[in-house]
């Protein structure tokens, strides 16, 4: 079994490289299943989200995963190769039980990330790409992230990503309440954005999404509108703030349609945050007067405020990981003995039958049963001790003392005075 994790993140790659090998929810199905079926890897897990994208695997080739990653979006393997990070066994273990805390988020100790690895998992298992490995590798990676959340402070007085953007909407205005709030999307991290600002209580909150059903839902919820992505041109002008996070691979706000509603708004500020990777906004509407775009890289300096204060429970934290990370490693070291423990069981299995079918025979010449008995287990004591014996009687004097040791630790075995 060789486990390997292989990916970038917003510590090692900028969000014009992140939104590049980013996996949309429609293709992760055929992304898993292509990755397999062209032989760069037994079993695969795909990790997206808008600050990672990571490959699990099961792999005897991993310069194959890692090219066959840079081939599934037509780039380049020169370009990426600087990014990527790769992480081999126990490296990938740790890594995982890291990421699934938070331990490796932007925001320290962030729970959203244990949810979309989950995601990630039921993906890999829809898609068939989830093997006994890697089944094992997350179903212990959860079990240590819950003990990192229960038994640490690692989650306490956490700054999310959507009160980050709170807190950036309101150096812009001086109070929510007054604005109009638009959010494009209907997904969790929508959902996150629009209960912080619907705790604001704004003068106006509308959903947009593709699915007018999903958008009513979530407006329910909050108290708001509900429309679809085709009255985004209309109803644009009419909102102060807009949160935006979809999974489309297009952007969803383009510089012409932000010109038009600036015209019709003359020119009040326009407050945008953009949470999506690849972006839902086009980068040129930055430049333009009178808006105010942040993505989700821009967010990272507001989400330190307040991490000395869980910097504590880090350390707690990492003595929980690591001890994971042993347990696991013996179970997939111990794991590599078992074709050798099968082929001695067989073994012995045959010797048994053997002996069994003897003993059989001569009760059937009418033997005496306890005669038959004692000719069955000395019988199968000698096959059984013939080769570790023969083994220590002919062992060079360089092996012999470590034959010896083997032999008193496989059979129990103490050496009387």
């Given amino acids: 079994m060789q486990l390997f994790a292989f990916g970038i993140n917003h510590q090692t790659a900028p969000l014009a490289v992140r939104e590049q090998i980013a996996f949309n929810v429609d293709v992760m199905d055929a992304a898993l299943r292509d990755i397999v079926d062209n032989g760069a890897a037994k079993e695969a897990t795909i990790l997206s989200t808008c600050n990672r994208t990571e490959v699990y695997c099961n792999t005897n080739e991993p310069n194959q ?12 393997a020169a370009e990426i190769a600087p990014y990527i990070y790769q992480l081999p066994q126990e490296q990938a273990v740790k890594h995982a039980f890291r990421v699934a805390s938070g331990l490796d988020s932007m925001v320290l100790g962030e729970p959203q990330i244990l949810g979309q690895m989950k995601q990630a998992v039921r993906y890999a298992e829809q898609a068939g790409t989830l093997g006994f490995l890697l089944h094992k590798l997350f179903q212990r990676t959860f079990s240590v992230a819950k003990d990192v959340r229960t038994q640490t402070e690692i989650g306490a007085n956490l700054v999310s990503m959507a009160a980050a953007a709170v807190k950036l909407s309101e150096r812009i205005f001086p109070s929510i309440s007054e604005q109009r709030v638009l959010f494009i999307g209907a997904g969790e991290m ?31 919820r909050i108290n708001g509108h509900a429309i679809t992505l085709t009255e985004l041109p209309d109803q644009l002008a009419q909102h102060d703030i807009v949160i935006s996070c979809t999974a489309s691979t297009l952007p969803i706000l383009g510089k012409g349609m932000v010109e038009r509603a600036l015209k019709t708004r ?13 972006r839902d906004v086009e980068r040129e509407v930055a430049e333009l007067d009178d808006v105010f775009l942040y993505t989700v890289d821009d967010l990272s300096e507001l989400v330190r405020d307040g991490l000395d204060a869980r910097q504590g429970a880090v350390k707690e934290a990492e003595v929980i990981i690591d001890s ?16 050798t423990i099968r082929t001695l069981r067989d073994h012995a299995e045959r010797q048994r039958r053997s002996e069994m079918e003897k003993a059989l025979k ?15 287990g000395n019988s199968l004591t000698n096959k059984f001790l013939h080769a570790p014996t023969q083994t220590l009687n002919q062992a060079q004097a360089g092996e012999r003392e470590a034959l010896l040791d083997a032999v008193h630790r496989i059979y129990h075995l103490h050496t009387p005075e």
């Fill in 266 to 278: 003359k020119h009040r500020p326009l407050f945008i945050v953009d949470l999506a990777v690849p």
């Fill in 362 to 376: 001569l009760l059937a010449k009418g033997e005496a049963p306890e005669k038959v008995l004692e000719h069955f």
């Fill in 324 to 339: 994971g990370v042993a347990e696991f490693i013996h179970w997939m070291e111990s794991r590599g003995v078992v074709p």
């Fill in 65 to 76: 995963a890692i090219d066959w990653l840079a081939a599934y979006h037509r780039l380049p």
């Fill in 190 to 220: 929508i959902e996150l954005n629009a209960v912080h600002f619907a705790a604001r209580n704004p003068k106006h909150i509308t959903v947009a999404n593709r699915t007018l059903e999903r958008a009513q839902t979530l407006a329910r």
